[in-house]
């Protein structure tokens, strides 16, 4: 009988006797690692105090600025009480100070800069991802991401010399003549269109921000899988229906992310806004008149603080900027994580 030539030869007479075969490197890849076990495990344990030093160090830091500018403002806190807060009050000459102004300049001009970034921002990144000819998305994406590394002064120099002549001549006469009668929201858009003031400065925060939230979004949008994107198509869904049912919902942390990120970066801004925002102590309901935001009053008048009180004031105002920050992202946070408990998500 002939032997069958494709018949499985047995391994040791396949393989010579040098030959460990494929068979072997199991065992050499497991000697290696049992022979690095001891040093792998001091590896291993050096690697997890080196990380979980790095996050507790993020903690410590937080804490540690937190109780240097609590200290420091003390002196304010101590001798205002509450009314530090709620007080419109700002006279160096007299030493009367209240951060209620300061406030609400940047709460509402976070708001404004967020009304504006972030339906701008959402509408570019879907651009980008789904509608854009594939050759023009990348130099795009790039001009959005330097956009995003341009010096806030530069924004702030732009703003004054360009942007609020433009608005008090073009768009505040029209504002103040159409809206500014309005009932209800009249009061908002009444007053004298000299160019800076609160909704200028939001305007240009919101031009700051679009970049970051842009940016991040586009990002997220280009995760989606593939898989379920063609898994609309194939259920016969159209462009708008796959971004509406597929996109936006697998995305929406990520996205509510790059918008607390936005936020951040509106709360904090100080030089843009200290050039277009007017830097009045006067609590106006008019975003067409000159304001003061927590920033720019320090930013403004820290080097002039010639008083202790005067200076524990202004950094009891970085204190309340810190709380302020905290609170909002915090409640940001909670909000998306009960959103997600009711979808059924859990991280």
Known sequence: MTPNAKSPTPPDTRRGDNDPGPDAAPDH???????????????????????????WLVLIILLAVAYSMASGGWLAFKTFGLGFITSTDWDVVNGQFGALVAIYG?????????????????????FLTEIAPVWSRQPIA?????????????????????????????????INDHLGTLPVIGPLFSGPPIGIGTLTAGIVLGIMVIPFIASVA???????????????????????????YVTLPYTRSAIVGAIFLGLGRALGETMAVTF????AHDLSAS???????????IA??????????YRSSLIALAFLLFLVTFIVLSLAKLMLARVERNLGRTN
């Open 29 to 55: 890849a497991s000697s290696a690692f049992s022979s690095a076990r001891p040093h792998g495990g001091l590896a291993e344990r050096a690697f997890r105090l080196i990380t979980a030093g790095a996050a």
């Open 106 to 126: 940047t709460l509402t001009t976070s708001v404004i800069a967020l009304i504006i970034a972030v339906p701008v921002s959402i509408g570019i990144a879907l």
């Open 142 to 174: 790039i001009a959005i991401e330097l956009l995003a590394a341009v010096p806030s002064i530069i924004y702030g120099m732009w703003g004054l010399f360009v942007f609020a002549p433009f608005l008090a001549t073009n768009v505040e006469p029209w």
């Open 218 to 244: 586009r990002d997220v949008f280009n995760a989606v899988p593939a898989a379920l994107r063609e898994s609309a198509v194939a259920l016969g869904a159209t462009r708008w229906e796959r971004l509406r």
């Open 276 to 279: 277009v925002l007017g830097n």
């Open 287 to 297: 975003l067409l008149m000159p304001s003061n935001s927590i920033a720019a009053a």
């Open 300 to 309: 403004n008048e820290f080097t002039e603080a010639d008083t202790e009180l």
